[in-house]
């Protein structure tokens, strides 16, 4: 499927597929790997470690039988995949991962992770879920716990002014996938939303983060400069349509790729790789850096915080910023706090006047014909 | 000017001719069997034999087949061509339409002429035509007799909304020796509180909710989901014709 990306997105595509050899020179470096599940993660911590983080989420239906020998049937296909991957070692990330880093999310990770705990190293953050006065404080003494235990394991002591850097540079990769992101503003947009999609993909699979804010910026400047000369890869009469939701990276032909073949444009992603994580910097040069990392990870609105202001906060904003003529929710198979909160994101869609359609899905390819049929009509519609 | 549209379901395929004017000349039925393919073949011959050319009128297919009617200029949804078609069929703007097709069921809320939102069952089959079709094989009959029959019986349910289990449960009221009637009354309330279920979500006060699909005719069936629902559903006569209807009004405007 990378095969089928516009010429400019190839090297984000082949990122991926080289991201096993990266991963492999890595270690045979003497580096070290943590597998991450989650945007709550944080990164500057792993970074100032020297530790790589690489992303773990399953996204491939081919494990879910070797998760359901523990795991039930009736749970989230991402949460099944990556223990399935884990479980059956197919996975080459899962298998140079030093430790794994899990967080308090929703339930289904929580419990996964205790019986990931007894194959892997695996280290688990406590994430307060709601609005409390003292979730920050919270928050923050466990990001301290993690840096802690990274010192102990690694046997090395991690500096703010480490912390710092690590920051410094993941501002500028936040906002390098932002600029990418923001590109579709324009209308028509400046891309196909798959391919955006990939690249941000694509992009975690760098390992160094210098070279992921280069090759995104060289990205956004090549489309950008596309654009100016006249080149419009989408028609100007697609309706431009948000993304909310689960993880989609799972379920992106048969959403993302059904929605642009139907004559859409996905032009912006509100989901966990999409623009909630970049919207937030951290304060580099804050008295308490901890605090000031802990700060920026506590805004990421998750359906997994109660209430979740801040998600509906952030999808009033976009629908306006990206102009959107619909919005579809992408719900994964029995994600209760995404499913659930799809009430108060159509409540929310209904005041701001934009049609809203939620799907639920899994990883296998039994509903596409179905799926294809129903996110064409909500085109129609439109 | 002649419009063609057609709907070509998982189970049925419809044809239907518009004078171009927006009225209805010839209304036209076939099984789909087993290849979409040939059924579309079929629907170019019986068109031609009945003095149209779909080489020539212009032609949109909407239904689960819609992507494989070669002589079609162009593919619509089921859920627009329903919409625009109940809409001419019944000579309302505003309604909500209940169409229970041969492998989903749909559910569209229509206000002043346009699709304002719509649901559609996932891939299961419960409280579609399909989960009839297999409770009456079980009952050695067909559909329609099964809902006729199902008139007769009372005072008997069964639990299970998915069609594997909801089988078991009609054989295991079978060798208990309930009666056909009995059994076929279970089989209808059942699907008619699925279907209702999922239309309680769309279905407004004030605007009239009609029955589309290969069973509107079931008059039992509708009497059951009217029950259900709490509201008055109305059908008539060509409502099984509603998808094919309003392709040939989309057509009338290519």
């Not at chain 1, 002591?157 to 501002?171: M, P």
């Not at chain 2, 059924?39 to 819609?66: N, Q």
Request: net charge negative.
């Amino acid at each position: 499927m990378d095969f089928e990306l516009p010429a400019q997105f190839a090297q984000f595509g082949d990122a991926r597929k080289n991201g096993f050899l990266r991963v492999k020179k890595i270690k045979e470096n003497g580096g070290r790997v943590a597998g991450t599940f989650c945007t709550f993660t944080p990164q500057e911590i792993l970074d100032a470690a020297g530790v790589s983080p690489v992303s773990l989420c399953g996204m491939s239906e081919e494990t879910i039988p070797a998760a359901e020998a523990h795991l039930p049937k009736n749970m989230c296909p991402l949460i099944k995949s990556s223990y399935g991957f884990a479980v059956s070692d197919k996975c080459p990330y899962t298998y140079f991962s030093d430790i794994i880093v899990g967080e308090t999310t929703c339930d289904g990770k929580k419990k996964m992770y205790e019986l990931l705990g007894k194959m892997k190293d695996v280290y688990l953050l406590h994430l307060p879920q709601g609005d409390r006065e003292h979730a920050l404080e919270q928050w923050t003494g466990e990001v301290q716990r993690f840096r802690e235990f990274l010192e102990q394991r690694f046997g090395e002591e991690i500096s703010d002014e480490a912390i710092r850097e690590a920051a410094r540079l993941r501002n500028k990769e936040r906002a390098a996938r932002r600029r990418l992101m923001e590109l579709q503003k324009a209308q028509p947009p400046m891309s196909s939303g798959y391919a955006i999609y990939k690249a941000l993909e694509g992009a975690g699979f760098y390992f160094d983060v210098k070279e992921v804010c280069r090759e995104l910026t060289r990205l956004a400047d090549q489309l950008e400069a596309d654009y100016a000369a006249g080149q419009r890869p989408v028609s100007e009469k697609a309706k431009r349509i948000l993304i909310t939701g689960c993880p989609i990276g799972g379920v992106l032909e048969k959403t993302v790729k059904a929605i642009e073949a139907a004559g859409g444009a996905v032009v912006c992603f509100e989901n966990c790789s999409g623009i909630k994580a970049t919207i937030d910097e951290v304060d580099a040069d804050a008295p308490d850096i901890i605090a000031a990392v802990a700060e920026k990870y506590l805004k990421i609105g998750c359906a997994v915080m109660t209430p979740d202001i801040r998600r509906m906060d952030l999808l009033r904003r976009l629908v306006s910023e990206y102009r959107a003529d619909g919005a579809v929710e992408i719900d994964l198979q029995a994600c209760t706090t995404y499913s659930v909160e799809s009430y108060t994101v159509r409540k929310l869609m209904e005041e701001l006047g934009v049609p809203y359609m939620a799907i639920e899905t899994d990883y296998s390819v039994s509903d596409s014909g179905q799926l294809a049929t129903r996110l064409e009509a909500f085109l129609e519609m439109l | 000017m002649r419009a063609i549209g057609i709907d070509i379901g998982s189970s049925c395929a419809k044809t239907a001719v518009t004078d171009g004017q927006g009225n209805v000349l010839w209304l036209d039925q076939m099984p789909t069997g087993w290849s979409s393919v040939e059924a579309a073949e079929e629907i170019r011959k019986r068109l031609a034999a009945a003095g149209f050319d779909p080489g020539h009128d212009p032609c949109v297919a909407t239904g689960y087949g819609r992507v494989v009617v070669p002589f079609a200029q162009k593919a619509v949804t089921e859920i627009s061509c329903h919409a625009k078609g109940a809409q001419k069929l019944f000579g309302l703007a505003d309604l909500d339409i209940i169409d229970i097709g041969g492998q989903d069921t749909k559910v569209i809320s229509v206000r002043g002429g346009s699709v304002r939102d719509f649901l559609m069952n996932d891939k299961c089959s419960a409280g579609t035509g399909r989960f009839l079709e297999v409770m009456a094989n079980t009952l050695r009959t067909d559909s329609a007799s099964l809902i006729a029959m199902a008139a007769e019986g009372s005072n008997t349910s069964i639990s299970s909304m998915c069609t594997v289990f909801a089988e078991s449960e009609v054989i295991s009221l079978i060798g208990k020796g309930e009666s056909r009637e009995n059994i076929a009354f279970a089989v209808v309330t059942s699907i008619a509180k699925k279907i209702a279920s999922q239309a309680s979500r769309l279905c407004a006060d004030g605007v009239q909710t009609v029955l589309t699909g290969g069973l509107c005719e079931a008059d039992q069936l509708r009497k059951a989901l009217s029950l259900e629902l709490g509201r008055d559903i109305i059908s008539c006569e060509n409502a099984r014709y509603a998808g094919a209807i309003g392709a040939a009004l989309f057509a009338e405007k290519l």
